[in-house]
């Protein structure tokens, strides 16, 4: 088994709250329980809860299919840097980039600079 070459340090906070916050907006558009708009104003117009119920599932698609798409490019920069599909490295990487997106390359990229030094 080989050690990565890029390892895993967490997110400074200029990346860490966007990261988390893709991860809310990607939960929340999840679920079908949840609604932003949820409540009286839903229950009292069906044109709005039409509307909410379009807008989630836009953003769920955006979101879920967008990250996908980014963890597949993402892999492939892992590949190049050495990082193993075998090490924990690269699995918590992985989830990082599902999760956060190109905040995510914004981090890893910082972690190579520094260790370039």
């Known amino acids: 088994m080989s050690t990565a070459t890029v390892p895993y340090t967490l997110p400074p906070s200029r990346l860490s709250k966007p990261i988390i916050a893709c ?5 929340l558009s ?3 329980r ?5 409540g ?11 509307v909410a119920y379009w807008l989630q599932t836009g953003i769920f698609w955006f979101f879920y ?7 597949a490019l993402f892999a492939k920069k892992l590949k190049d840097h ?3 599909v075998l090490s924990a490295a690269w699995w918590v ?12 390359f914004e981090h890893f990229e910082g972690i190579v600079k520094i260790k370039a030094l």
């Open 23 to 27: 991860g809310i907006i990607m939960a």
């Open 30 to 32: 999840a679920s079908r």
């Open 34 to 38: 949840f609604s932003a708009f949820h």
């Open 40 to 50: 009286q104003l839903l229950s009292q117009s069906p044109t709005l809860a039409n």
């Open 65 to 71: 299919g967008a990250h996908t798409i980014e963890s």
């Open 82 to 84: 050495g990082v193993s």
């Open 93 to 104: 990487w992985m989830v990082e980039c599902f999760i956060g997106g190109k905040f995510c």
